[in-house]
């Protein structure tokens, strides 16, 4: 992370879904399941991250990150990196159009669990390094490309609190990456966006568009699936924190 001024950041904004909050992974699990896919949450949390340069390459297209069609287009990527599911001969017809079959189904029943239940599972050490950083005084505002639910959701898995304000796509109007988001963001804080980083977990949305705004962009990438991109990279969000705070110690 050498390019990213950690010790003179006064806020930093977070995206929510697979940076604050993944999957819940019962939830997916039971869904493919039900489509004959037996998975392991691991297996699943490793196939989900593995398939998101491919979805950033999408939305790097113009696609939004809020149509159906994108979900089910990286819910199928992610059912082909299985373990369960193994690589199949090319042109294996069959075996796509069963794919693309149950890669619908799953995306769809996900969908309609609802966003709130379906991006429950608060990510480990997230509540500490909110925490922590607030207590610091960092300046904490969530980012989030959403249908208008995110701070209810932030509300109801207890991160609500450890924020000073949330900005859905939705409400604002502008979603990632439209630098516009950002910059209702930074006037909301009041930061300067040289002093400001935002967390997130696809380059194309989260570190392209902070980057549109003047704002650091940082790449949350647990399983090195990202080594390509030439940005700041963190394997969570709270690694991220105890670099951040080290380095304000170290400039005390
Ligand atoms: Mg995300």
Redesign the pocket.
């Known amino acids: 992370m050498h390019s990213l001024p950690l010790a003179d950041l006064d806020a930093l904004f977070l995206?929510?879904?697979?940076?604050l909050v993944g999957m819940d992974p019962a939830l997916v699990c039971d869904r493919l399941a039900a489509h004959g896919i037996a998975a392991e949450p691991a297996e699943v949390e490793r196939a989900e991250a593995g398939a998101r340069p491919a979805l950033s390459r999408l939305l790097a297209r113009g696609r939004s990150s809020e149509d159906r069609d994108t979900f089910v287009f990286h819910i199928r990527n992610a059912i082909a990196a299985l373990p369960a599911v193994g690589a199949g001969g090319v042109g294996d017809a069959a075996r796509e159009a069963e794919l693309d079959r149950i890669a619908h189904a799953v995306a769809h029943e996900l969908k309609d669990a609802g966003t709130r239940r379906l991006w429950s599972r608060v990510l480990p050490g997230v509540p500490q390094a909110l925490a922590s950083l607030h207590a610091a005084g960092v300046k904490l505002a969530v980012v989030?490309?959403s249908d208008g639910t995110i701070e209810a959701g932030m509300a109801a898995v207890g991160l609500r609190d450890h924020l000073d304000a949330v900005f859905d796509s939705r409400v604002v109007g502008f979603e990632k990456p439209d630098a516009r988001i950002f910059i209702a963001a930074l006037e909301k804080i009041g930061t300067r966006p040289e002093r400001t980083a935002h967390l997130?977990?696809?380059h194309a949305?989260?570190v392209l568009g902070a980057r549109g705004a003047g704002v650091h962009g940082v790449l949350v990438d647990p399983f090195d699936d990202w080594r390509d991109d030439p940005c700041p990279r963190t394997r969570s969000t709270a690694e991220l924190a105890r670099a951040l705070l080290d380095a304000r110690a170290a400039r005390r």
């Open positions: 995206d929510a879904g697979n940076t989030s490309n997130g977990d696809l949305v989260d």
